[in-house]
């Protein structure tokens, strides 16, 4: 299997990026943006400041560590990166970037993830692995693996296949088993697979499924990614939770959490305290079940145990809340009295409400104040909120409007000063 991947991501380096971008632009995306690990994973409380060992465990063409690379560096951190990746040419395309970059404490290493016991890498206070375990073997033991690398008070950001959301993939990937078996040459095979789309009928689970569009604008590589690809498995929800278990670990955050609220798509009282007497993954379970369109999970996880410690409170008085980004600070600083908030993705589209008081609240989110501050400041400048638990009982409703959207956070290290551009995978 191991050399089966390395053929696969040496002939078509995925995704394709051009290390010159680099120059104009940086990608975010998730699992992986430090402000969801600060407060996913170290409390919304690390002290960047001090040595941190992050793993990139799968690099690929190298988009987490440019993302990671580039934001500890604009808070100063002494990281220390280490990319890790079976393709050569994979790690030829990271490599490029991080120089156009200019990251210099990434260290490059060939090999595969399955081989850590014998790498001596030693272990890590945060783990990257995003779209990797789900094309192994054996996902389980591969987590088993990072989870056996990981620091004890450190988490892991993964990026699994979302079993709903894919339907039509596996059907395609079914057929072209049997018209391009893996012996064929792999421009054939793309050509046999370019070949069956043109003849796929409107009835095709594929055709009807509008959310999976790789094949059309990634070029080759996206495409056989997607569709000829050596080993491809996806998750719902508890197999997830499942995967976790086994290896010892505890899921802290689904992303984007907004996603996985039940809420969002239930508006019958009835229902929704029924609902209310679900755990929160089993929850999150009912809510993929009813939108039907999440076709990656980006998942934080901590050792079992270590979660209720892990995620940032927003409770707390000595919380910094902090917005994502310019766009972030831009919708709260739009916001009406009495509100709302269109959000979509992949064919869902909603609107959310969000509490009186969330324009004066978040007007105030510098991501330097801490809420204690916020809130003297609304007491002695507006007249509201005067006590801490009112306070608390208005922020926590806008807290999970916008967390939930993964727009705010708490994180006593502010948000990455440089602006990017956001990477919609």
Not at 25 to 41: A, F, K, T
Not at 321 to 338: Q, S, T
Request: charged share 25%; proline share 6%; net charge neutral.
């Amino acid at each position: 299997m191991t050399d089966l991947l390395r053929q696969q991501y040496e002939t078509f380096p995925y995704p394709l990026r051009d290390p010159q971008e680099e120059k104009t632009r940086l990608l975010e995306g998730h699992p992986s943006h430090l402000l969801e690990v600060d407060h996913y994973i170290f409390g919304g409380r690390r002290d960047f400041p001090q040595p941190l060992r992050v793993l990139v465990a799968g690099g690929g063409t190298g988009d987490a560590v440019m993302m990671l690379g580039q934001h500890l560096a604009d808070r100063g951190c002494p990281a220390e990166l280490v990319y890790l990746d079976l393709s050569t040419a994979s790690r030829a395309i990271a490599e490029a970037r991080a120089a156009v970059r200019g990251l210099t404490t990434v260290r490059f290493v060939t090999g595969s993830l399955l081989e850590l016991p014998s790498l001596g890498l030693g272990r890590f206070d945060y783990i990257d692995c995003c779209g990797v375990l789900h094309h192994l073997p054996d996902p389980g033991a591969a987590l088993s693996l990072l989870a056996g690398a990981l620091s004890d008070t450190g988490g892991i950001g993964l990026m699994l296949y979302g079993a709903l959301g894919r339907t039509g993939v596996y059907d395609l990937q079914a057929i072209l088993r049997r018209l391009a078996p893996i012996e064929m040459p792999a421009a054939q095979r793309v050509e046999t697979a370019r070949r069956l789309l043109k003849q796929l009928p409107p009835t095709s689970r594929f055709v009807r499924n509008p959310l999976i569009s790789d094949h059309r604008v990634g070029g080759d590589s996206a495409l056989y990614d997607l569709l000829l690809h050596s080993h491809d498995i996806a998750y719902t929800v508890p197999e997830i939770r499942a995967l976790a278990d086994a290896a010892g670990l505890e899921i802290t955050a689904l992303i984007e959490p907004w996603r996985y609220d039940p809420e969002t798509y239930v508006n019958d009282g009835t229902l929704r305290r029924r609902l209310a007497g679900l755990d929160w993954l089993e929850r999150a379970a009912v809510a993929e079940l009813i939108v039907g369109n999440i076709k990656k999970h980006s998942v934080y996880l901590v050792r079992a145990g270590r979660g209720a410690a892990a995620v940032a409170r927003p409770d707390d008085p000595e919380a910094v809340p902090v917005m994502r980004d310019d766009e972030a600070a831009k919708l709260a600083a739009g916001l009406k009295p009495e509100g709302d908030i269109n959000v979509s993705i992949d064919g869902f589209r909603t609107t959310l409400k969000v509490p009186r008081l969330a324009r004066p609240i978040l007007t105030r989110v510098d991501g330097r104040r801490t809420l204690g501050q916020i809130q003297r400041d609304l007491a002695e400048n507006t007249g509201e909120l005067r006590d801490w638990a009112s306070f608390v009982a208005d922020f926590q409703q806008v807290f999970r409007v916008f967390n939930g959207i993964n727009s705010l956070f708490l994180s006593r290290a502010g948000r990455p000063a440089r602006p990017a551009e956001t990477d919609p995978g």
